[in-house]
């Protein structure tokens, strides 16, 4: 003889208690009725602690106000509702604190409750989702795909975009805008001699110290293997060369220590300003790589760009 069919409210028990994801009913007030659910203290704190209270009553204002206003919204057009926001256990009062540390980013998934029958008062089901694990790793692919994995820098095409919106916004703006290319002087020599460890070391060491010293505007990136390139927003093409020239000056009394020796660090740059002339970024990093050339022809560990040749020879 076959059993009969489960008891539905026993039943009904049993999967809310089994639900690792929390699902909160909620009423006009923000009054939590009932908290299912929520078994993985990996990813929720306790919510035993949330029934009979009201989103007031829990977090700060400004953080209530703002889910009071979804539920509410969810009741009175009766459509779902599906967001992403960030929250910590230390925003909670009475939170037990037995669930993850910091701040966790969740997707709620809030519908309204239709009243079959009896005096259900109108209120909503909130469905809780930890996507805190997926938010870092999009961090960390988005930190890939604009990064240089050995200095930090923008790489090439991150610093290539940065470069086209700040073209945009500067001739909008009718504000100035310098690009420079740097490159290091006789690299190669240090990764003969040295080995690409002590290369990269020293890669490292540069680009911490363009990174530190200040410059309004300032947008740094590795476009190359021993080279780098420098966006000064609203900078006129005088300040931006007086800045590298000063740079080069630091990186004078400023070598790479490798044990018990001392790595001169010296660069070629060609800098110039953007012009009526630069249709697009490819415009500008022509003219900026031609002035390099210039500069490294010319002896290296010089700042060249439009103008200087005739100065330094007069």
Not at 282 to 296: I, Q, V
Request: proline share 5%.
């Amino acid at each position: 003889m076959s059993p009969g069919p489960p008891d539905r409210l026993a039943l009904l028990e049993a999967v809310t208690r089994a639900l690792v994801d929390p699902v909160f009913v909620l009423d006009r007030d923000g009054r939590y009725l009932e908290a299912f659910g929520g078994s993985d203290r990996a990813a929720y704190d306790s919510l035993a602690y949330l029934v009979g209270k009201t989103l007031h009553d829990i977090m700060p204002a400004a953080i209530a106000d703002g889910f009071l206003a979804d539920v509410r919204r969810v009741i009175d057009t009766g459509q779902p509702h599906v967001y992403e926001y960030t929250l910590s256990a230390d925003d909670c009062a009475g939170n037990a604190h037995d669930g993850p540390p910091g701040p966790q980013w969740f997707m709620g998934r809030i519908a309204p409750i239709v009243a079959g029958a009896g005096d259900v008062p109108d209120c909503v089901a909130w469905v809780v989702i930890n996507i805190t694990r997926r938010r870092q790793l999009e961090a960390e692919l988005q930190r890939f795909a604009t990064t240089d994995e050995l200095t930090g820098l923008l790489n090439r095409r991150a610093f290539l975009a940065r470069l086209e919106a700040a073209m945009e916004t500067a001739r909008a703006a009718g504000l100035p805008l310098a690009l420079a290319i740097l490159d290091l002087d006789h690299f190669k020599a240090v990764n003969d001699r040295f080995g690409h460890a002590v290369g990269d070391a020293f890669l490292r060491y540069v680009a911490k110290a363009l990174l530190a010293w200040p410059a309004a505007g300032k947008v740094l990136g590795r476009i190359g293997g021993e080279e780098f390139a420098v966006l000064f927003e609203g900078l006129a093409l005088p300040s931006a060369a007086a800045l590298l020239r000063e740079w080069q000056a630091q990186f004078h009394v400023r070598p790479f220590e490798l044990a018990d020796q001392a790595i001169g660090v010296a660069f070629s740059a060609g800098v110039v300003a953007m012009a009526d002339e630069d249709a697009s970024t490819t415009d500008l990093l022509r003219r900026a790589d031609h002035w390099l050339y210039e500069a490294k022809h010319a002896g290296r560990g010089l700042v060249a760009h439009p103008g200087w040749i005739d100065r330094r020879l007069g």
